[in-house]
């Protein structure tokens, strides 16, 4: 399905029994709503769930500027309003979905009664000898040749920094975002919480997780082994298990 937010063509799913309760869905970075479609298909059986794509995901329209966390939140609050969603049960976000749901409901533009934060982005890392190198190298190649800066970018940048197609755009909002640090906003969400993490999470590690717990004031902490960054696609049963008694 398709609708016009803030003039931006967004693409988005429902599922499910008009009437019942609503979830919504928020992917993580440049992650399509489809990728939930396995959790989808089980929730679906008693709630009315909606998953969308961000603003420069695959299906959606990117926007002209850089935007930051505020500016996504406020767009999934404009989403809500466009589609007529006036009450949401429950939000489930994954990674940066988490982050602009946890932004969201700090600001008191999102309310749910219940929320599921799983491998959430939001904590900004400790500055690392790596990051240190990469800091170094981004100046110096500003002074290189074409060809040696795209070697050093290359090298050095993110996995999800790589996957932006060499957009301005997005590269310049991936940028805000990941310099922006939530953890103050966490005393601020009173709704109850599930947080979902991958033993093996070397995206949001574990570390992560740990920050969540202990400033979300009422939350419960589950790791899932043998799973990464996006838990509910390595171990879908477990996690929509999870998800499916906490939204009881």
């Known amino acids: 399905m398709k609708v016009i937010v803030d003039g931006l063509m967004t693409e988005y799913q429902r599922i499910g029994t008009t009437g019942t309760p609503v979830v919504l869905l928020l992917p993580g970075w440049m992650s399509p709503a489809r990728n939930f479609a396995k959790l989808i298909d089980r929730l679906a059986k008693n709630y009315d769930v909606i998953a969308l794509d961000f603003p420069g995901w695959p299906d959606s329209e990117l926007s002209e500027t850089a935007w930051n966390v505020a500016d996504y939140s406020h767009f999934l609050t404009e989403f809500a309003s466009k589609i007529k969603l006036r009450e949401i049960f429950a939000i489930i976000g994954h990674s940066f979905g988490g982050r602009v749901m946890l932004k969201g409901l700090a600001n008191e533009q999102l309310t749910a009664q219940k929320l599921v934060f799983m491998d959430v982005a939001g904590v900004k890392p400790p500055s690392s000898s790596r990051q240190k190198v990469i800091k170094t190298a981004a100046k110096i190649s500003r002074i290189l040749p074409k060809n040696f800066r795209e070697k050093i970018g290359r090298k050095f940048a993110s996995d999800d920094y790589k996957s932006l197609r060499n957009d301005p755009i997005l590269r310049a909002t991936f940028t ?18 599930l947080l979902i993490w991958g033993a093996k999470d070397q995206e949001t590690p574990l570390s992560d997780a740990e920050v969540f717990a202990k400033n979300l004031p009422d939350s419960h902490l589950e790791i899932i082994e043998n799973a990464g960054h996006y838990a509910f696609l390595d171990q879908p049963e477990k996690v929509a298990k999870l998800v499916e008694e906490f939204l009881q």
């Open 176 to 193: 805000k975002i990941v310099d922006e640090d939530l953890t103050d906003l966490m005393p601020k969400v009173r709704a109850k919480s």
